[in-house]
């Protein structure tokens, strides 16, 4: 019979439903921007920032995947577990390339940077190779290097956001720097927070490292997106971002919460069904509401590139709509 669990119980419940998330959230960014990219109108980043969009996808979605079938068949496939430990790896270079590319005008000593890209990229190679080693050692006889790999990987990654720290931290004193002051101290806080997460996970809870490494890729993509694509921030991520969000606890609460209680009242006829369609009825009436709340809109062009007395009218019209439907 379902029941109640500690609250720490819950600490793998949160992550997965963080990781859901976040596999929506960058599977429909990495579509919007390859599709920009591929219409030439990607200026920010290039084909790297697609490509770490499409790197998280690929890694929440093998994550999600492993918990499915951990939870049907009670063991791991190593057809899972060797792709997403791969993936890992790519993060880093890619990380690197991507701010790299983004400063390397503004910088003094451009080869010495441009050689310590190439270096990541060769390290990252090299650990991944031992990685995935060490995960087929680990299915076939035991091999005890995955504790090794793991300390490589933490250590890694916070070379990583040390190196992209100081790298804004060199290139601020330039006024042609393609990102903002504000966007420039929002990085450099999530680079301080990305080296703290990894250099003491040890010291957390296993599921409460993994619940903070999950905030992490959150944390930047709103950042970017924000000051990149302003448009692309305020629709998907806050209005469309937030509803997703907001169904799933609500939906997963109602599933940790409801049905003890409702087991425990063990209805002998048809009316446990219709208590339990009551019971979620009021989701199914929060959620257009919610989503009609959570209507935002923006724009991003020139408007005085072509002036007229009514080359915006549309904008107003949509806004006058919503406004009125938000009264209603």
């Known amino acids: 019979m ?76 190593l057809v899972l577990d060797v792709p997403e430990v791969a993936v890992n790896y790519l993060i880093p270079p890619l990380v690197v390339h991507l701010f790299y590319g983004s400063e390397k005008e503004r910088l003094a000593a451009r080869r010495a940077w441009h050689v310590s890209v190439v270096a990541f990229y060769v390290v990252s190679f ?45 290139s601020h004193r330039s006024s042609r720097s393609l990102l903002a002051p504000t966007q ?55 209005k469309k971002g937030t509803f997703v969000f907001a169904s799933f606890f609500l939906l997963t609460l109602y599933f940790v919460v409801v049905p003890p209680v409702l087991m425990r009242l063990q209805f002998l006829t048809w009316i446990g069904t219709l208590v339990w369609a009551f019971s979620v009825w009021p989701i199914v009436l929060l959620a257009p509401w919610g989503h009609r ?10 408007p005085e590139s072509a002036p007229g007395p009514h080359d915006s009218q549309y904008l107003f019209d949509q806004f006058i709509k919503e406004m009125e439907e938000f009264n209603a």
């Not at 087929?136 to 990583?160: K, N, Q, Y």
């Not at 990085?187 to 990894?198: D, P, S």
């Not at 694509?229 to 305020?234: D, K, L, W």
């Open 126 to 170: 090299v650990l991944g190779v031992g990685a995935v080693n060490a995960v087929v050692g680990s299915w076939r006889s035991g091999w005890p290097g995955w504790p090794v790999m793991v300390t490589a990987f933490r250590t890694l990654m916070v070379c990583t956001a040390a190196w992209c720290g100081l790298l804004l931290w060199v």
């Open 184 to 238: 420039r101290r929002w990085l450099l806080t999530l680079f301080g927070a990305w080296i703290c997460v990894f250099l003491f996970e040890g010291f957390l809870p296993a599921d409460g490292g993994a619940l903070l490494e999950k905030f992490l890729p959150l944390g930047f993509l709103f950042v970017i997106t924000y000051y990149v694509e302003r448009s692309t921030f305020f629709d998907v991520l806050i």
């Open 2 to 77: 379902p029941r109640y669990y500690p609250w720490l119980a819950y600490y793998p419940l949160l992550e997965m439903l963080l990781c859901s998330f976040n596999a929506i959230l960058f599977i429909l960014l990495s579509f919007l921007c390859l599709r920009d990219y591929r219409g030439r109108r990607t200026q920010w980043g290039g084909y790297i920032y697609p490509s770490i969009l499409v790197v998280f996808a690929v890694l929440f979605v093998l994550h999600l995947g492993t918990e499915v079938v951990i939870g049907l068949l009670g063991r791991r496939l």
């Open 293 to 302: 709340k959570l209507s935002a809109f923006s724009v991003q062009y020139h």
